[in-house]
């Protein structure tokens, strides 16, 4: 419109042009809201809407990537800033981590990186690779996984660190997260850290209202998504394998990483 323009407030927040812009979040809550209609179904049936599944080539698979690389790349600095982890030298991120792996470059300056992911969601690294700025060749390879960890190679099955982003929530039936977990395991070398972003609630009393509202955000995203509280969690990696677990919480409480080493 002729004579309306942002604010300095706005410009910072919602322009793209910005590390700052919110305008990606924004976006996605929109999408969110047009699917409130379907969320009662999808609760009752257990089938994510169409509009919010990462899986679906015709939904806003787009959307999401941006928002979450948009969400973790604060949150991610604020983890490189809290966490203990090892001296990484190569790291397996997927698509919506590419943001989280270009704060790890620039902490690990001799680390480099291998995206893997579905085929449509590799398809959009390269520009999210270009918006973070990360460097070329620091990557060491980007390769298209089918969805099954067992199945799936990743690049050179050995990292000292993997990053997983809300594996816990999707298919809990088929254990979905804790395969995951046991093949983050096994392409780790000896003390290197495996990360998960999941939604973690408190062991005792009542769920904190932004705790709440990202578990909503799960169920959205993913209906048969379970709750997990810190001890449920630990419980779950030392199972498998990991040591010394940490929950990290990030952004005032917003969100949490749950870290854990191989010994």
């Known amino acids: 419109l002729r004579g309306v323009r942002l604010t300095a407030f706005g410009e910072l927040f919602l322009s793209d042009e910005t590390a700052y812009s919110g305008r990606p979040m924004l976006e996605l809550m929109g999408e969110f809201a047009n699917a409130y209609p379907q969320v009662e179904d999808a609760l009752r049936t257990g089938v994510t809407p169409a509009a919010l599944d990462v899986q679906n080539t015709n939904g806003s698979y787009r959307l999401f990537l ?20 090892p001296n990484i030298r190569s790291c ?33 690294i390269p520009q999210l690779c270009q918006h973070y700025e990360v460097p070329p060749a620091r990557i060491t390879s980007t390769h298209t996984h089918g969805g099954d960890p067992q199945a799936d190679e990743w690049g ?10 809300r594996k816990m929530i999707v298919e809990p039936e088929s254990e979905f ?27 005792r009393g009542k769920t904190p209202l932004p705790c709440a509202m990202e578990a909503v955000f799960d169920l959205t995203a993913s209906p048969k998504a379970p709750s ?36």
């Open 177 to 203: 997260g804790l395969r995951f977990a046991r093949k983050a395991f096994d392409v780790l070398n000896p003390g290197g850290a495996v990360i998960l972003w999941e939604t973690v609630h408190p062991n």
């Open 92 to 124: 397996i991120v997927g698509s919506m981590g590419v943001s989280f792996s270009a704060q790890l470059l620039r902490l690990f300056p001799a680390a480099k990186v291998t995206y893997g992911c579905l085929e449509h969601l590799v398809a959009e």
């Open 228 to 263: 997990r509280t810190k001890k449920c969690f630990e419980r779950l990696l030392s199972d498998v394998g990991f040591s010394n677990i940490e929950v990290v919480p990030c952004l005032a409480g917003q969100t949490s990483f749950v870290v854990g080493t191989k010994a």
């Open 66 to 85: 941006s928002a979450v690389n948009n969400y973790l790349y604060w949150a991610g600095h604020e983890l490189l800033q809290k966490a203990t982890l």
């Open 156 to 165: 050179d099955e050995s990292f000292d660190l993997v990053f997983l982003t």
